[in-house]
């Protein structure tokens, strides 16, 4: 069973920068594909962005990209999210979960919360 767990969230004003981070457990971090998601208030939960196994490939919604940055350490077990030039739309839970492109898989995070003040 794996774990994953999310930090970094917080309160930003737009314009601004934040790095989530999300560090797993239980399993072989590298043996996964895995995707960045976010649930904003009175939505439903949408693709962020997802990452191979490697770290070699990366995938984003159009409404992040060239702002979000998806990364991930194997030997730290850890995947990351870079966000830059935030703005208050940005504002949601933000998930990590195993993901195979925007289709999330069987592995979720308990959620960091994103605010992204105007």
């Known amino acids: 069973q794996v774990q994953l767990v999310e930090s970094g969230g917080g309160l930003v004003e737009a314009g601004g920068s934040l790095r989530l981070s999300c560090v797993g457990s239980?399993?072989?971090?590298?043996?996964?594909?895995l995707g960045w998601f976010r649930q904003a208030p009175g939505k439903e939960r949408e693709f962020v962005g997802a990452?191979?196994?490697?770290?070699?490939?990366?995938y984003y919604a159009e409404s992040v990209k060239g702002r979000f940055t998806i990364a991930r350490d194997n030997a730290k077990n850890t995947l990351y999210l870079q966000m830059n030039s935030l703005k208050p739309e940005d504002t949601a839970v933000y998930y990590c979960?195993?993901?195979?492109?925007?289709?999330?898989?069987?592995?979720w995070g308990q959620g960091t919360q994103v605010t992204v003040s105007s």
């Open positions: 239980g399993g072989t971090f590298s043996d996964y594909h």
């Open positions: 979960a195993e993901s195979f492109y925007c289709s999330p898989r069987r592995y």
């Open positions: 990452i191979n196994w490697s770290g070699g490939s990366g």
